[in-house]
């Protein structure tokens, strides 16, 4: 089992960018896929990005490709979600989540959650 908190969220203006980090407890985080996903209010979560558990693969929404960079480090068993060039409609909670199945995109193939936190882009 594992748990997954999350930092980095803020405030920020369209343009500008934050860096997100997924702190996991445990000694087995390099056997699990890590994925961003988001929710904003009145929608439903959607994937952001995933990585595989070397980081040799990842995946990324249409809609932050070129603008969002995920990474990982298995020695310190924190996952990272670069945020660059935000905009308005990045506006969420975003949660990392976890997965020892294997490679998916899907919410509910993650079986570990982090509680979320807020990120808001001003105009």
């Known amino acids: 089992q594992v748990q997954l908190v999350e930092s980095g969220g803020g405030l920020v203006r369209s343009g500008g960018s934050l860096r997100l980090s997924c702190a996991a407890s445990?000694?087995?985080?390099?056997?699990?896929?890590m994925g961003w996903f988001r929710q904003a209010l009145g929608k439903e979560r959607e994937i952001v990005a995933t990585i595989t558990r070397t980081g040799a693969i990842t995946y990324y929404a249409d809609s932050v490709k070129g603008r969002f960079t995920i990474s990982r480090d298995n020695a310190k068993n924190t996952a990272y979600l670069q945020m660059n060039n935000l905009k308005p409609e990045d506006t969420a909670v975003y949660y990392c989540?976890?997965?020892?199945?294997?490679w998916g995109t899907g919410a509910t193939q993650y079986g570990y959650w982090g509680q979320g936190t807020q990120v808001t882009v001003s105009s």
């Open positions: 989540a976890a997965d020892l199945t294997g």
């Open positions: 445990g000694r087995t985080f390099s056997r699990y896929t």
